[in-house]
């Protein structure tokens, strides 16, 4: 086996681990923070503003489907959480506000 062809196996388990690595620690710290809020207000909200705002697209594209109304109580259980609880899991700085169910 050529020298370069070593380097590069070398260097590819490195990237791998360190790209695995990494990985596992932003995953573990989320979770860890995810605790803590559980462990001081009981909750968090469910929902990303982006899954959010895909639940509030589908519903609008249909309103009548036979699914609907499970996604409307998946928005209602997310108005709560946020009402509830002061802290937050998800970055909401710069989403929408969550309007109120008509």
Known sequence: MSMSAIIVMIASIIALWGVASYALIVSIR????????????????????????????????HPESEHAPEIREWQQSQRQSMKRNPQRFYDWSHADDIREAP
């Open 30 to 61: 989320h979770e860890e923070h995810k605790l803590a809020l559980i462990r001081s207000q009981g909750d968090f909200e469910p929902y990303s503003p982006r899954a959010f705002r895909d639940l509030e697209r589908w519903l609008t594209q």
